[in-house]
């Protein structure tokens, strides 16, 4: 049983890519980061709305980047 597996993982989409960009600028790790003004930047950057909603939807892809090991590490400044 012959089966060829790649660990390469597909390329991320451009609004992936763009809130990446936005949460490193943000230095803050994942966990710290709801209720801060990262977080308000962050939404502002990526987003034309700012609802509760959209707050919900922009953590959650974070996190699930995060669980799919696309999301790099930072440290944070506090």
Do not use: C, N
Request: no cysteine.
């Amino acid at each position: 049983m012959s089966q060829t597996f790649s660990w390469d993982a597909p390329p991320l989409s451009a609004e992936d890519e763009r809130l990446i960009e936005a949460y490193l600028r943000g230095h803050r790790t994942l966990d710290d980061l709801p209720y801060t003004p990262e977080f308000d930047r962050l939404v502002a950057e990526v987003s034309q709305t700012d609802t509760p909603e959209t707050r919900h939807a922009l953590f959650k892809r974070l996190f699930t980047l995060r669980k799919m090991g696309r999301l790099p590490r930072v440290a944070s400044l506090e």
